[in-house]
């Protein structure tokens, strides 16, 4: 079956200071995976998509990266850290025929910024 | 502008009670939509996606159900349980050359007391 591991499930940084926030994808081969960020009382932003290995869109632009070094790997990263990179992070994941449908999530990482 | 509007914003019931949470949309042109569940501190779990033929689905005691001509859609829970309390969300997504793009709502909230 497939499964989504992401980590750390939270994390408290200083502003200024560098993020890499990582996601893996067991059980399954070229899928396509996402980023979002989810703000309090508001619905899900999608960040970065992705479609194969090195092939990263962004969505929005903003303080933060993302790359995929391998097939099943996805990493969110930001060299500085601003107060309002705090949110809950969520990777998910689709198969090829789904287009930018999420069809399964990670369970987050809460990213609080002091 | 595509948008999902989802009320009401927060729901509090009592354990056994039914409950029946909105969706309206403006997304166009319709591909399908999905409602999740996301626990606090989770990621979201699908619940029931329908396309456009569809105007009925069920998982377990969550019916979701599907007005194309009206876009709108509600999600009803039978004989709710205190595990039932969530964040409910409505995801409509847009056909757009081959892909699927989603819209997410800002979800309801709802808490099931005993």
């Known amino acids: 079956s497939q499964t989504i591991h992401q980590w750390p499930a939270t994390l408290v940084q200083p502003v200024g200071s560098p993020l890499s926030l990582e996601c893996t994808v067991e059980?399954?081969?070229?899928?396509?995976l996402y980023w979002y960020r989810q703000a309090a009382g508001r619905g899900l932003q999608l960040l970065f998509y992705?479609?194969?290995?090195?092939?990263i869109s962004s969505e929005v632009p903003q303080n933060l990266s993302a790359s995929r070094p391998q097939d099943r790997q996805f990493i969110l990263s930001s060299k500085k850290l601003l107060l309002s990179d705090s949110g809950f992070y969520l990777c998910?994941?689709?198969?090829?025929?789904?287009?930018?449908?999420?069809?399964?999530f990670g369970d987050g990482t809460r990213l609080s910024i002091l | 502008k595509n948008q999902v509007e989802q009320s009401p914003q927060s729901l509090i019931i009592l354990e056994g009670k039914n409950c029946t949470l909105q969706?309206?949309?403006?997304?166009?042109?319709?591909?399908?939509l999905r409602w999740y569940k996301q626990d606090t501190g989770r990621g979201p779990v699908s619940l029931t996606i329908?396309?456009?033929?569809?105007n009925t689905k069920s998982n377990g005691r969550y019916t979701a159900t599907l007005d194309a001509d009206t876009k709108q859609s509600s999600l009803h829970i039978t004989a709710s349980q205190l595990s039932d309390s969530a964040s409910y969300i409505c995801?409509?997504?847009?056909?757009?050359?081959?892909?699927?793009?989603?819209?997410f709502g800002r979800g309801t909230s709802l808490i099931v007391h005993p």
């Open positions: 998910a994941w689709s198969t090829g025929t789904g287009g930018h449908q999420p069809q399964h």
């Open positions: 059980g399954t081969s070229n899928p396509n």
């Open positions: 992705s479609v194969g290995i090195g092939q």
């Open positions: 969706c309206n949309y403006t997304v166009s042109p319709f591909s399908n």
């Open positions: 329908m396309t456009f033929s569809e």
């Open positions: 995801v409509v997504s847009e056909s757009s050359g081959g892909s699927y793009i989603p819209t």
